[in-house]
T-cell receptor, first 109, second 115 residues
């Protein structure tokens, strides 16, 4: 079967750095997405990785290792507004998005 | 503003009611999706439409009936739902299907409660 694993919840301090991991086992791979979802709002696109390595976009970076079936989202200089759920999703061989259950990130002052 | 709107935002219905959820996208996309989001569970893909044609129906019970009159509008008709159908229903759109970098744009969702 296809499976995406990510931690259910994480807590971090304002101004710090946090890494949210995502491991996957899917039938084929055509890329990996990270989305951010604030409570009661729509998921919004953060990043897409299809090649190995680190992609940096401002305070957020996303890393992919296809051989390990592993990705992480790195958030730097945390702000209170970063409190949200972070969803990992993999595009499988049929171009279907396989979603993780999301990681709820709580930022404390 | 994500370019995808959904109405209503909240809906409470009894098990014998009939209601419809509406989604509209203003992005000129060709594909539209319905998802179910339950607490602490992955997004569940329900239906996919590409150029108004349904391409996916992931074993969704017949009490959920989608309708896509054109590439900009998507409906989900609800009939004789069960309490376990209570969830957030998200609509999304994308330029195409069957590509890897196929970013989906989501609406804010309809919070559905079935009594």
């Amino acid at each position: 079967g296809q499976n995406i694993d990510q931690p259910t919840e994480m807590t971090a301090t304002e101004g710090a750095i946090v890494q949210i991991n995502c491991t996957y086992q899917t039938s084929g791979f055509n890329g990996l997405f990270w989305y951010q979802q604030h409570a009661g709002e729509a998921p919004t696109f953060l990043s897409y990785n299809v090649l190995d390595g680190l992609e940096e976009k401002g305070r957020f970076s996303s890393f992919l290792s296809r051989s390990k079936g592993y990705s992480y989202l790195l958030l730097k200089e945390l702000q209170m507004k970063d409190s949200a759920s972070y969803l990992c999703a993999v595009v499988d061989s049929n171009y279907q998005l396989i979603w993780g259950a999301g990681t709820k990130l709580i930022i404390k002052p | 503003e994500t370019g995808v709107t959904q109405t209503p935002r909240h809906l409470v219905m009894g098990m014998t009611n009939k209601k419809s959820l509406k989604c509209e996208q203003h992005l000129g996309h060709n594909a539209m999706y319905w998802y179910k989001q339950s607490a602490k569970k992955p997004l569940e893909l329900m239906f996919v439409y590409n150029f108004k044609e349904q391409t996916e129906n992931n074993s969704v019970p017949s009490r959920f009936s989608p309708e896509c009159p054109n590439s900009s509008h998507l409906f989900l008709h609800l009939h004789t739902l069960q309490p376990e159908d209570s969830a957030l229903y998200l609509c999304a759109s994308s330029q195409d299907i069957n590509t890897g970098a196929n970013e989906q744009f989501f609406g804010p969702g309809t919070r559905l409660t079935v009594l």
